[in-house]
């Protein structure tokens, strides 16, 4: 069940996690699944608070680039079950609240009695709140603090920010292992210029949300969800001229063995793997044979990570 924090008030006692939570990757999971662990063992209401916009926005005026939009986070988020996810609408006017202030109203609101947490946790403004004060903050207001140890790849924590920079050098594998899934983008299909299908590859152009980061350029054997339908796809993320001269990215995907008008469809496509960068072809007759060594490499791909 998802709550606006002003509206939200709990009178049974409470187990609460809170984060960005960014991807949900397998360090998020460490979290949730404890904080589901704990509401099933005591009884009592799970609850995870979470925030939108990301506070690096606001506080540091930071571009973020998103691993899932606000609505597909939430969505993974409910796939933990737990009792209640509350949004917070992070402004300049919650950015102000010190760190005990920001406790204190967690402790009216929510009648928290334990909080589960991440090592690298801060909180409050100018992110003064560390594990030892909100230990501290504990002791005063009378609830628990849990500690989940970091979730590692390859040896180091797996973080947000890690994952961004896998999928911008195109170690997708990387990224998929650390996210504990495979990295998708999603929108509706638009129209495109229809050179593909004039040479027999038809492809959806993808209108990803801006807010959300587009790895490496190049291509990527896929994995196409439309209305619960699953397709073998190969994406190209790759730079196309724009009306106004400038180079704007593109995210197009043919799928193998599909013959449908999906325009204005939504479309979620899954990166497995990276294939290749981006090519310039001297000719179409280039461009023809690398797409079929391309479709070729998917399709075993796919058979060999997915349905193998």
Known sequence: MLIDWSRIKINQPTIVTIGV?????????????????????????GVVVTFDPHPSEIVRREKVEFL????????????????YTVLIRFDEQFAEKTPEEFIREMKEKLNLKEIIIGQ??????????????LEELGERYNFKVSIVPPVEYQGVPISSSRI??????GNINSANEMLGRYFFL???????????KEIGFPTANISVPSRIIIPKLGVYASIGTIEDEKFIGVTNIGFAPSLKGEKEVTVETHFL?????????LVKIELVEYIRPEI?????????????IDIE?????????VLG
């Not at 310039?280 to 079929?292: A, G, H, Y």
């Open 164 to 169: 961004r920079d896998a999928l911008k050098k």
């Open 120 to 133: 690298n946790f801060y909180f409050g403004k100018g992110r003064k709140g560390n594990i030892n004060l």
């Open 297 to 305: 490499s998917a399709r075993d791909i796919i058979k060999r990570k």
């Open 257 to 265: 063995d599909f013959n449908r008008d999906i325009y204005d469809r």
């Open 21 to 45: 939570f960014d991807g949900v990757h397998r360090g998020h999971q460490a979290i949730l699944s404890l904080l589901v662990e704990k509401s099933f063992t005591f009884g009592l209401p």
């Open 186 to 196: 999603k929108g509706r299909v638009i129209r495109g210029k229809g050179l593909g």
């Open 280 to 292: 310039r072809f001297s000719s179409l007759e280039q461009l023809v044979t690398q797409i079929n």
């Open 68 to 83: 899932l939009d606000i609505n597909d986070r939430l969505a993974i988020i409910e796939n933990f079950p737990h009792t």
